[in-house]
């Protein structure tokens, strides 16, 4: 039974930083993609970042250049720092990973960006 839980949310000012991280059961090199997704009230959830097992990533043009996910194989852990945050970057933030035959999602971590 694979497990992925987030963490790192929490209350940022505008243009602050904060890193998410996913942790997931087992060997990320079992996943085929790890990635962060977003959903703000009222709003669809959509991709924030991805990284597949290549090791190439791709982000929603509303974060490149801001954001970078990257992946610690030996912790079996995905991170997403985020930096020059906007309050429009506020949601909650799920890690979703992907095997060829699953998909697993976290419970998501808020993330607020405030003055």
């Known amino acids: 039974q694979v497990q992925v839980v987030e963490s790192g949310g929490g209350l940022v000012q505008p243009g602050g930083s904060l890193r998410l991280s996913c942790a997931a059961s087992?060997?990320?090199?079992?996943?085929?993609?790890m990635g962060w997704y977003r959903q703000a009230p009222g709003k669809q959830r959509e991709l924030v970042a991805q990284?597949?097992?290549?090791?190439?990533?791709n982000y929603a043009d509303s974060v490149k250049g801001r954001f970078t996910i990257s992946r610690d194989n030996a912790k079996n852990t995905v991170y997403l720092q985020m930096n020059s945050l906007k309050p429009e970057d506020t949601a909650v933030y799920y890690c979703?990973?992907?095997?060829?035959?699953?998909?697993?999602w976290g419970q998501g971590t808020q993330v607020t960006v405030s003055s």
């Open positions: 979703k990973a992907v095997q060829t035959s699953r998909v697993y």
């Open positions: 990284i597949i097992s290549s090791g190439s990533t």
């Open positions: 087992g060997s990320i090199f079992s996943f085929i993609v």
